[in-house]
C-alpha cells in the first residue's frame, strides 16, 4: 500500500526537493504551501511524471488551515504516515531592529507552524489506528547562534527542543518526532537572506553568502536535494529506531 506524506513550504526550495525525493522514494505527497499556484505546478509536475500529489493552500501559522491541509491528504491520498514541518522565513535581524511584528511573524511561521502540523498529525495518526513520523525542519542556526539572524535561530532552537519534548510524548503511540538541519542551501529564502546582510553591510550582493561559507567543512553550498536525502531517511523505516534526534545536514558548519 502507497504510504503518504505531507510536507509544507512545498512549493519551492528545499520543501519541493524533499516533496519530489518522496514520491522517488514511493510517497504520494501532499504539496502544501501558502502560494497555491507553485503548490499546484509542484503537484503537476509530479503527476505528469507518474507520481501521485495533489497541491493544497495553507498558511500553516493558521492552526485550522493546517488541520485542513492533514484531512485533505488523508482523505484524497486514501492516508496519512508522515509530515515533513518544513515552512519557514528568516529575515535578517540585527539585535537592535528587532520589532515586534518580526517576532510575531517569525514565531507564527517557523514554531507554531510545526506545533500545529504535529497536533494534526498525531490526530490523523490516532484517526487511522496506527504510528508515524513527524519531521520538523530545524537548522545548523538551531544548533549555533547566527550573526544578524537572532529571531530565525532562537525559533529554530526552539523547533529543536519542541522536537525533543514530543518524541517523548509521542512514543507511546508509536509515534517518531525527528529534525533535520540545514546548512546555506541554494535556494530563494538563502537569496534574501544575503540579500539582506550584504545590504546591511553595505556590500555587494554575495557579501553575506561569502561570510556563512567560510565555516562549512566541506567547502560548498548545499544542494536541496542534499537536505531532501536526509528527509528520505527520516523519512524512511531505516530511521524507525531514531527519534527525538536533530540531525545536522550543514557540510560541517556545526559539528556536534
Not at 519530489?20 to 511524471?49: M, T
Not at 507518474?50 to 493546517?66: L, Y
Not at 491520498?77 to 509530515?83: A, M, Q, R, S, Y
Not at 515533513?84 to 517569525?106: H, L, R
Request: proline fraction near 4%; aromatic fraction near 6%.
Amino acid at each position: 500500500m502507497t504510504k503518504v506524506a505531507l510536507v509544507t513550504g512545498a512549493g519551492q526550495g528545499i520543501g519541493e526537493s524533499i516533496a519530489l525525493r518522496l514520491v522517488k522514494d514511493g510517497f504520494a505527497v501532499a504539496i502544501v504551501d501558502y502560494n497555491g499556484d507553485s503548490a499546484k505546478a509542484v503537484a503537476q509536475r509530479i503527476n505528469e511524471a507518474g507520481g501521485k500529489a495533489i497541491a493544497v493552500t495553507a498558511d500553516v501559522s493558521n492552526r485550522d488551515q493546517v488541520f485542513a491541509a492533514v484531512e485533505a491528504a488523508k482523505q484524497q491520498l486514501g492516508g496519512f504516515d508522515v509530515i515533513v514541518n518544513n515552512a519557514g522565513i528568516a529575515p535578517s535581524t540585527p539585535i537592535e531592529e528587532i520589532t515586534p511584528e518580526i517576532v510575531d511573524k517569525v514565531y507564527n511561521i517557523n514554531l507554531k507552524g510545526v506545533i500545529w502540523g504535529i497536533q494534526a498529525a498525531v490526530k490523523a495518526f490516532k484517526e487511522l489506528g496506527h504510528g508515524g513520523k513527524i519531521i520538523n525542519a530545524c537548522s545548523q542556526a538551531g544548533h549555533i547562534g547566527n550573526p544578524e539572524l537572532a529571531v530565525y535561530s532562537s525559533s529554530k532552537f526552539a523547533v529543536r527542543g519542541l522536537t525533543q519534548t514530543a518524541a517523548r510524548d509521542l512514543a507511546p503511540l508509536g509515534i517518531t518526532v525527528n529534525g533535520f538541519c540545514p546548512g546555506i542551501v541554494k535556494t530563494p529564502m538563502w537569496d534574501e537572506i544575503d540579500r539582506q546582510i550584504s545590504e546591511a553591510a553595505g556590500k555587494p550582493k554575495g557579501y553575506g553568502t561569502e561570510q556563512f561559507a567560510k565555516r562549512i567543512t566541506l567547502g560548498r553550498l548545499s544542494e536541496p536535494e542534499d537536505v531532501a536525502a536526509c528527509v528520505s531517511y527520516l523519512a524512511s523505516p531505516d530511521s524507525n529506531y531514531m527519534t527525538g534526534q536533530s540531525l545536522l545536514i550543514d557540510g560541517g558548519m556545526v559539528f556536534s
